[in-house]
């Protein structure tokens, strides 16, 4: 199972195949919760500061996750535009305002530089949005992605896009990852994906700054504050330290998104568990299905 395994959660691609990018929305069912931890120190972001505890919107319509770096994020305008036509969006005097958070990866060196997902292309991944299994591989935000760059750049292997999804006791944890990452990749029980050694010790004169970035969104039908939301995404953020090494590096954005979208109880800290496995077999199905 996967992302969409969590009830009212569709997801939607656009894929360039020859341009080598892509985008990937996560539309959110009403109400949610939705938080962020941001660990990378090369984010492209928009809207995250508005997921902090304390904000006064605490609810998203759509999440975006886009190829083509920080030009990437014209893709989200795209998004807004359609969820406005729906009517959705944050009761405003004049109207709705889409709440639509993005985070984008630096793909132009895999294919074209001059392609990049836009307005066009980010409204058309919305529009193709369903509740079916995700597929993982180099499609949509993960079109482009590759990982082990710390070795050089031409020395990289494909990275890609994945999702899963762990349920126990009948609360239900999903996760999509886009996984471009400095490091080499290894399952959660430490076997390597990518070739890397479990201390890989990469020379910072083989990294090329801003190549990199792994995203996640994890989400849960339980119904959790938007505090506790924050230490689920601090724990999805653990499963990329031992999925991905080395991770969180000067060079990556790492980003992972956490949403509540469901009315279930349970405890934050058999939650914030779940959403470490699911993540860590996201990253996994990332590179296995590419």
Do not use: K
């Not at 994020?73 to 406005?84: K, M, P, Q, T």
């Not at 990866?105 to 369903?130: K, N, Q, T, W």
């Not at 349920?167 to 990852?177: D, H, N, P, R, S």
């Not at 914030?272 to 299905?289: D, K, M, S, T, W």
């Amino acid at each position: 199972m996967t992302l969409t395994a969590v009830r009212g959660i569709r997801v939607g691609h656009w894929t360039d195949e020859a341009g080598r990018t892509g985008c990937t929305v996560v539309v959110l069912p009403v109400p949610n919760r939705v938080a962020v931890e941001v660990r990378g120190a090369a984010p492209g972001t928009r809207e995250t500061a508005l997921l902090a505890p304390g904000m006064r919107v605490e609810q998203a319509d759509a999440i975006v996750l886009t190829g083509g770096s920080a030009f990437g994020l014209a893709a989200a305008d795209g998004v807004v535009e359609a969820l406005e036509a729906e009517g959705r969006g944050h009761p405003t005097p004049v109207g709705p305002v889409p709440i639509v958070p993005t985070a984008v990866i630096f793909d132009l060196a895999e294919g074209d530089a001059r392609v990049r997902p836009g307005p066009a292309e980010g409204a058309a991944a919305f529009r193709s949005a369903d509740t079916s299994p995700v597929e993982s591989g180099r499609l949509g935000a993960g079109t482009g992605a590759t990982v082990g760059q710390w070795r050089g750049f031409d020395a990289a292997s494909p990275g890609g896009l994945g999702s899963a999804s762990v349920t126990w006791e009948g609360v239900v944890v999903g996760a999509l990852a886009v996984v471009n990452a400095v490091g080499d990749v290894f399952t959660l029980e430490g076997e390597s994906l990518t070739g890397g050694e479990a201390v890989p010790g990469p020379s910072p004169l083989a990294v090329r700054p801003l190549q990199n970035t792994t995203l996640v969104v994890v989400a849960t039908d339980a119904d959790l504050r938007r505090e506790e939301l924050v230490r689920v995404a601090v724990r999805a953020q653990d499963a990329l330290a031992v999925c991905l090494r080395p991770a969180h590096t000067r060079y990556d954005g790492d980003i992972a998104f956490a949403v509540s979208c469901g009315s279930g109880s349970a405890d934050v800290d058999s939650v914030a568990e779940l959403a470490f496995e699911a993540v860590g077999r996201a990253i996994e199905a990332a590179v296995r299905r590419t």
